[in-house]
């Protein structure tokens, strides 16, 4: 057993090493990651924090992998998971209590079913709550930073609880290196029927805008007063293919994985398209979803 592996098991992790990211992110592209460990706990997840400061490896949280482009060669260090009280998820009054690893979906879920409503904009958002927070998620002119009564965090050796954000669009909430171990969401009361009929508006309207499949939602965000969609379409790429990934017909802003497609043919298109667009338009596209494992290869963009 290496010293590492035997170093984070040692805090009661669980550990593996070189796991296929492509298993773990909803694009199914990704290379491995040298390590991947399993917390469960906040103690633990101090502990595992500790051992890497201190051995000066590079740690990343993965929630559910549906905001990341993944290299085709993977991830140098340890990926975390949150697991078991990190995932937690309950209601107290008007307050939605969720962990870090939670499913955003199911926040949303239990809000609804306790007749509360404030969430109903993020059903459909395939993502952790953690990964929410890291890019304060939003759909149909709402986001996470509006519900978002307090964070707590973890970076090595310190824990923190925020309830102060600067909101931007699709930025992190907190700082980025912490790890949000715990949040807390403020509510209203209504209707569980009126939350419910909310969420099933937005989802039939996801249904009628967005492709289904192998995607990581939007790939660019947004520039100031318009839809990256609209400017990648009026550069005529729906569909324009590399290798197993297509520019979606659907929505130009999405990036489908036929089932055959390396990390480096999504990258190409994403390049392709903000070149584009920066031609016709001088708009520069910013990528929403965060890349992970591409340092040192030479990118024109975003580097
Ligand atoms: C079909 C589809 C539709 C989508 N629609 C939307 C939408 O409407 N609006 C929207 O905003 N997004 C949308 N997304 C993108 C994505 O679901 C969100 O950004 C989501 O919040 C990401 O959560 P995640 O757990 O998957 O994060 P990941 O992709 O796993 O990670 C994203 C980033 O957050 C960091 N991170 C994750 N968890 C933690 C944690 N606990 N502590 C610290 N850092 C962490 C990661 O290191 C990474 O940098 C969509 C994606 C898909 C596939």
Redesign the pocket.
């Known amino acids: 057993m290496s010293p590492l592996i035997e170093a984070i098991s040692g805090t009661g992790a669980r550990v593996e090493a070189s796991v296929p990211l492509h298993a773990h992110t909803?694009w199914r592209v990704g290379g491995p990651a040298d390590y991947m460990a399993w917390v469960d706990s906040a103690g633990v997840l101090a502990e595992v924090l500790t051992v890497l400061h201190g051995r000066g490896v590079g740690s990343?949280?993965?929630?559910?992998?549906?905001?990341?482009l993944v290299s085709d060669r993977g991830y140098r260090g340890v990926v975390l998971r949150?697991s078991g009280e990190l995932a937690d998820l309950s209601v107290d009054g008007e307050r939605v209590i969720a962990g870090?690893?939670a499913g955003?979906r199911a926040a949303v879920e239990a809000a609804a079913k306790a007749g509360l409503t404030g969430l109903e904009f993020a059903f459909?958002?395939?993502?952790?709550v953690?990964?929410?927070v890291?890019?304060n998620?939003?759909?149909f002119s709402s986001s996470v930073s509006e519900c978002l009564l307090s964070v707590r965090t973890l970076a090595a050796g310190e824990s923190r609880t925020r309830e102060r954000f600067e909101a931007g669009y699709?930025e992190a909430l907190v700082p980025n290196g912490?790890?949000?171990v715990a949040t807390v969401f403020a509510l209203a009361r209504d209707s569980a029927a009126g939350v419910r009929a909310r969420m099933a508006e937005r989802a039939s309207a996801r249904r009628a805008s967005?492709p289904g499949g192998a995607?990581?939602?939007?790939v660019f965000k947004n520039p100031e007063g318009d839809h990256a969609g609209r400017l990648i379409d009026l550069c005529g790429l729906k569909g324009r293919r590399e290798g197993g990934a297509r520019i979606s017909e659907v929505h130009a802003n999405f990036i489908v994985n036929d089932g055959s497609a390396s990390a480096s043919d999504i990258r190409t298109l994403m390049l392709l398209a903000a070149e584009e667009v920066f031609q016709r338009f001088g708009v520069r596209l910013e990528p929403e979803v965060?890349l992970v494992g591409f340092e040192g290869l030479e990118t024109e963009w975003w580097d």
């Open positions: 909803t990343m949280v993965l929630g559910n992998g549906s905001n990341v949150l870090g690893g955003l459909g958002i395939p993502g952790t953690g990964g929410a890291m890019t998620a939003g759909a699709r912490e790890v949000v967005q995607t990581a939602g939007s965060s």
